[in-house]
């Protein structure tokens, strides 16, 4: 009997603290991801995302089409694979040479109108003095027989003396003048045959130039250098075979010294008065999660730029790395933390831990089996993690997600 009581009394008692345990308390059963404050140093960061780029680039090059009067686009034939190792002198690509033809052809026929320009005008000034010496040639007759006229009217009454004497004198001046005339007509010649040998020797240095200029449509590396292809600003894109060259964007490809690599990244205006140069950065590789960089600031624009899809100004920020490994490729995304500076001794949990209901931040903290919802004064952030100025301390476990059990609970003042 007594055995029998000892069974049911415990039972009683088991009922009871069951009972109560549901409705008095309420068990952490929410979700189990939970997180412990702690005090440690708080890094106050900017994060960006940010392209790799070789430091010392050489360009290749398309011919300089503007200096030789060439603005249409031309096309790329072909192109070698981009990703390869070139050596010096290797075959880069071919470009289509139709537009050069075309000005080669324009060009031969304005050098053979120069040309027939230049006969004729050397035929003409050869006629032109011709005519000119033999008319003074003929004055020399006229001006002697004048003079011998008037050696002949010595006799003659004075009237007719002075006429001979006017018509030596008129003779003369005829002479000097067409002497004058004739030295005009010389420097006149000398003149335009200078021009039309000029427009003869210029067209014939175009048509050198673009000869020269078509002979270096297959490019070659300038140096040794794993070949990249550059972005096609108008198209968009990359450059490669069947795009186009303009006389503003010569740029085919680029050989990046691989040596030293760079991370370009943009800052919004809102935090670039934080950003200065010198300042550590910690990076991370989207294509190698596992890898991790550093590198320092080296250069913050002054000006800033507005980017496509953003209405907001950035500011251009170059960050250097400081050790370069094999596997960086140009043209990978990077993800930079730039560190301001460093805060000792905070109280800081994830921000995944931190909901907000009407402008007040809280958390979900464990109590024993109790869940409670409390608020929180919060401080400084980064992309990790904020400091808590009030209502925790160091060792509170904090819920990484909202617990069901929990979530209608009403929200405890800080204290």
């Given at each position: 009997m007594l055995k029998k009581k000892w069974w049911l009394l415990a039972a009683l008692l088991f009922v009871c603290a069951l009972g109560g345990y549901f409705v008095f308390g309420k068990k952490a059963d929410g979700p189990g991801a939970r997180a412990t404050v702690k005090k440690d140093m708080f890094r106050d960061i900017v994060a960006s995302p940010g392209e790799l780029m070789a430091e010392n680039t050489v360009y290749i090059q398309a011919p300089p089409l503007q200096a030789n009067q060439i603005y249409e686009d031309v096309k790329i034939q072909d192109m070698v694979a981009e990703g390869i190792t070139v050596k010096e002198g290797d075959y880069i690509a071919t470009l289509d040479a139709a537009v050069v033809n075309k000005k080669i052809g324009d060009v031969r026929m304005e050098l053979d109108r120069a040309q027939t320009t230049l006969s004729q005008t050397a035929l003409d000034t050869t006629l032109q003095l011709r005519e000119s010496r033999d008319g003074i040639t003929n004055m020399y007759f006229t001006l002697e027989q004048k003079q011998i006229a008037l050696q002949l009217s010595k006799y003659e009454p004075p009237a007719t003396i002075r006429q001979a004497e006017l018509d030596l004198d008129k003779a003369k001046r005829d002479l000097e003048q067409l002497e004058e005339k004739h030295r005009i007509k010389e420097r006149q010649s000398i003149a335009k045959m200078e021009q039309a040998n000029r427009d003869v020797a210029r067209h014939q240095n175009n048509l050198n130039n673009l000869e020269d200029l078509k002979s270096k449509f297959t490019i070659k590396a300038p140096k040794n250098g794993l070949l990249v292809y550059v972005p096609d600003w108008s198209q968009g894109g990359k450059k490669k075979s069947g795009s186009s060259i303009r006389s503003w964007d010569p740029n085919l490809a680029m050989l990046p010294d691989l040596s030293s690599m760079l991370s370009k990244t943009y800052?919004?205006?809102?935090?670039?008065?934080?950003?200065?140069?010198?300042?550590?950065?910690?990076?991370?590789?989207?294509?190698?999660?596992?890898?991790?960089?550093?590198?320092?600031?080296?250069?913050?624009?002054?000006?800033?730029?507005?980017?496509?899809?953003?209405?907001?100004?950035?500011?251009?920020?170059?960050?250097?790395?400081?050790?370069?490994?094999?596997?960086?490729?140009?043209?990978?995304?990077?993800?930079?933390?730039?560190?301001?500076?460093?805060?000792?001794?905070?109280?800081?949990?994830?921000?995944?831990?931190?909901?907000?209901?009407?402008?007040?931040?809280?958390?979900?903290?464990?109590?024993?089996?109790?869940?409670?919802?409390?608020?929180?004064?919060?401080?400084?952030?980064?992309?990790?993690?904020?400091?808590?100025?009030?209502?925790?301390a160091a060792g509170d476990e904090v819920f990484m997600s909202e617990p069901a059990s929990a979530k209608d609970n009403a929200i405890l003042p800080i204290q």
């Open positions: 800052i919004n205006e809102v935090d670039i008065s934080k950003i200065k140069k010198g300042q550590s950065v910690s990076m991370g590789l989207d294509a190698f999660p596992e890898v991790k960089l550093s590198g320092t600031v080296t250069s913050v624009a002054n000006i800033g730029e507005n980017r496509p899809g953003s209405n907001a100004k950035v500011f251009e920020v170059m960050i250097k790395l400081e050790k370069v490994d094999s596997i960086l490729k140009p043209g990978m995304t990077t993800s930079n933390n730039i560190l301001i500076n460093e805060v000792p001794d905070k109280l800081t949990i994830p921000l995944e831990s931190v909901f907000s209901e009407k402008s007040k931040s809280y958390v979900y903290i464990r109590r024993g089996n109790m869940i409670e919802k409390r608020e929180v004064a919060l401080g400084k952030s980064n992309d990790e993690v904020v400091i808590v100025e009030k209502g925790l």
